[in-house]
């Protein structure tokens, strides 16, 4: 028998090996490749217009058979026309993020959708649930992007969420091998949603020199910023360091507003721009070693997975107290 | 056969489980409580004179027969007379941290004692793997107290690290049940290193009021702080938002130092002044529900991780690719 659990059986994929919807990164190639491979793929949806997304949605359904989902960021104000893109299409599972989930979960499984919140929290998991969601993604400090203002770690975060909710928990931030999967899980986590490692993918639309500079990154070269805006984990260059100093420096909101700009995640990780573009990426970027196809990247972390729980099953404990 | 590996037989201890050492907190009480119930109890000189180490060192060998260690931060100036006191009491083994590993390494092997050195990066792991030490702990981002500037979290930093070197690695921060034991574990550390539940241990020198204090707090209680001296983690209440607040104005080193003060750390952990002192802990300590007895907390984890083990045992896995 194959492996299933709450997830497995939620989504109806073969994996619990989720990869994360990720602004100008994830289109319609590498979501339909990780779905094909047994996880399950998700397109962002927080860098298209309502009907870019459609492009993507219907290119997906053609590339694959098997379920995939969309994520929507609800950072931006107006999201009822992506909404309904998402309900005219069909789309069986939808991730929201950043935002309140009283605001959408009704409408989205009222039309059949299965919707699944990310938080960064317990609070928030807790609000999900009440919603109506069908699964919470925790998303610990160290994970790239868009992150919660607690600055709570993955290691903590997920027994804290688990210990909060009764449905399922996915577990994201910080992982990225197939022994960080099994971390998780040994936290409580049901599927692991894993994001840098998939920007390092040939599917993912980021820009080679981004995927280059993920492959060069060490230990401390990103930084949560922006925390009085909305927090974000970034690669350090040109860019994030100008805004790291402003901030240390006590500036207002509206000053980093000014310096942030317009279309700088487009800039850096969709076009390239290496100095004074945005790149948003999770630490453990620092071991990401290589290129790959996204099928590999699923079966390798699988792999890897299956081999640490073999591993610990050698350990031999009878030391009774 | 009970548990056995490098850790187990380097320290001559039977369980991995070893309590951090920390200042005002860990004195002879905890740490022989602590060895007598098969971890690695350790003493933390970093609030003890010279002359108050050698009797705790002398009262824990009396109070235990097992191994145990003393662990030194070098945030201090003049060491020497406390690395005599070691040599001369036949400490077995030292946890330093908080420095250069080059600096006492040598010393401490030549007069027989096992060293490790508490690490937050994989490049000073290296530079402790290359000084002679024969252990590492890798601190994480979530752990309480003094902490490294890069802020990579224990997901990520037991990994990184075990890829720089083969000395074996101990994990802290994050950790105080036997899920995030085996968490740790699945990242590839052969031991885990946890203060703040035993912070609430009956044993420890914490003052009641702090022991009460971790019980009630919540995700998000903490912050790291201190950045531009030694950052720190800190649970917050009018000391530590006084200093968040200026470190977000921009305030100067000087001013920081200035508003920091002295003795700081025993008003709040030791004397349980909640408002003006500085309390050390760590993220985990939203997970920590009751005060035991230290004995009772080694055997909780230890059974907690046993049984996690056994139920990551029980997931069928022969999903092929």
């Known amino acids: ?29 590498l979501a339909s490749a990780v779905s094909n491979a047994g996880g399950l793929g998700i397109i962002g949806a927080g860098s298209m217009y309502p009907e870019v997304l459609r492009t993507h949605i219907q290119k997906t359904k053609r590339a694959t058979s098997k379920p995939f989902a969309v994520n929507v960021p609800m950072l931006y104000p107006d999201l009822q026309a992506h909404i309904n893109v998402i309900i005219e299409e069909k789309v069986p599972i939808v991730f929201m993020s950043a935002g309140n989930p009283k605001t959408w979960t009704a409408t989205l499984k009222a039309a059949g959708c299965v919707v699944v919140h990310v938080v960064s929290s317990a609070l928030f998991a807790k609000k999900a649930e009440a919603a109506g969601c069908d699964a919470i993604v925790a998303e610990g400090f160290e994970a790239g992007g868009h992150n ?35 971390a998780a899980f040994a936290l409580g986590a049901e599927a692991v949603q894993i994001g840098s490692r998939f920007v390092c993918s040939m599917e993912s639309s980021a820009h080679i020199h981004f995927k280059n500079a993920i492959l060069q990154s060490k230990e401390g070269d990103t930084q949560l910023g922006l925390k009085s805006l909305a927090p974000v984990r970034l690669l350090k260059n040109d860019f994030a360091n100008a805004i790291l100093a402003l901030e240390k420096e006590g500036a207002s909101s509206n000053l980093l507003s000014e310096q942030l700009g317009k279309g700088r995640a487009k800039k850096g990780m969709f076009e390239g721009d290496m100095q004074e ?27 890897d997975f299956c081999a640490a729980v073999n591993h610990l099953k050698s350990i031999s404990i009878n030391k009774e107290f």
Chains 1, 2 share one sequence.
């Open 1 to 29: 028998m194959p492996f299933t659990n709450r997830i497995t059986q939620l989504f109806k994929i073969e994996l619990p090996i989720i990869q994360a919807g990720m602004v100008w990164v994830s289109g319609w190639e």
């Open 148 to 182: 919660g203002r607690d600055e709570t770690t993955t290691m903590v975060l997920v027994p804290l969420i688990k210990k909060s909710v009764s449905i399922p928990v996915i577990a994201a931030g910080g992982i990225a091998t197939g022994q960080q999967m099994l």
């Open 277 to 303: 573009g945005e790149l948003e990426i999770g630490q453990v970027s620092a071991l990401i070693e290589q290129i790959q196809p996204a099928k590999d990247i699923v079966h390798e972390i699988w792999k």
